[in-house]
């Protein structure tokens, strides 16, 4: 009986687990890891940021909101004002990013980094 509670408890749990990543991301973080290269020479390696380029820290921010932003900056709702040459610079980098999975892949392996630092 004892085995048997403790075993369906043990399959809960590796099911949960299992639908855990594949909730959150859907993105293909090989995929991502290849995309962030260029990111991360401004973004720095682990997404620290780097205050030189203007680049903010990626690392620890919500994959909601990263995807959010992405999107903004493709879409041109953010980065368009010519009076904003950070933003114009990130505009142009999102664009290269083209499909919305590139972005999925790309937000899942940013939200690796924080669990490496
Ligand atoms: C040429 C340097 C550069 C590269 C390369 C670059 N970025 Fe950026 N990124 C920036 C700058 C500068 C900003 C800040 C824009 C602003 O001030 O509005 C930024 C902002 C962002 C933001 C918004 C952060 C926030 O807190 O709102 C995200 C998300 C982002 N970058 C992701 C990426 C990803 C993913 C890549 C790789 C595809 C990438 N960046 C490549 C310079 C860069």
Known sequence: MTTFRLTSTLSTLLML???APAQAQDGDLARGEQ???VCAACHGQNGEGNETYNA???EG???WYLKR???DFID???GAHEDGPSGQQMASMAA???TEQAVLDLVA?????SEEN
């Open 109 to 113: 392996f940013i939200g690796t980094l």
């Open 76 to 78: 041109g709702v953010r």
């Open 96 to 98: 290269t990013l083209l």
């Open 35 to 37: 995309y962030w290269e």
């Open 69 to 71: 932003q992405l999107e």
């Open 56 to 58: 903010p820290r990626l």
């Open 17 to 19: 687990i299992a639908a």
């Open 61 to 63: 921010q919500h994959g």
